[in-house]
């Protein structure tokens, strides 16, 4: 694996949040304006080798329930695959985020530009914001957690098209 220089998450930020604006989504900040919606978790994915399109999983929590919207770059015209996402499922994910504390977790230090898969994990409710940014393939401690926390409780956002 060919990793680059360390480099600043702006721009780690900057090329996760080009693909959600190339696939024409909206922040996740406009989408909580909706009415009915109580939260909304989005993760980004970029695959530095393109072994599979990049992809945006947004889980968008309303009254009526959850859903989750897979949209892959370059892939079916740009329309999501739309998963529900049982109660059950939604309330083990947002646990296993609370315990990690992710609302006050850092992007993950000393990754580099290029050469790892970088995910975006964003969460948002109401006017409140957050953002996290990690290397699957290297992330430490709570990072490692969070990679873990996707996979086991999420699994839909993390699936490939190639």
Known sequence: MVMGNPARPEQQAAMLRGITERMGLPPIRTLCKEPDVLGVYRITVDYYDRRAHDS??????????????????????????????ATIQLEAF????????????????????????????????????HSVIISPQTAPGRHADLVRAIQTHLPEALRLIV
Do not use: N
């Open 56 to 85: 945006c999983a947004t889980l968008v929590i309303r009254r009526s329930g959850a859903q989750l919207a897979m949209h892959y770059q370059r892939a079916f015209d740009q329309k999501p695959i739309l998963y529900p996402i």
């Open 94 to 129: 947002s646990h296993a985020l609370q315990t990690l504390k992710f609302d006050t977790l850092s992007d993950q230090p000393e990754i580099p530009l290029y050469g790892l898969d970088f995910w975006m994990v964003e969460r948002a409710a109401g006017t409140f914001v």
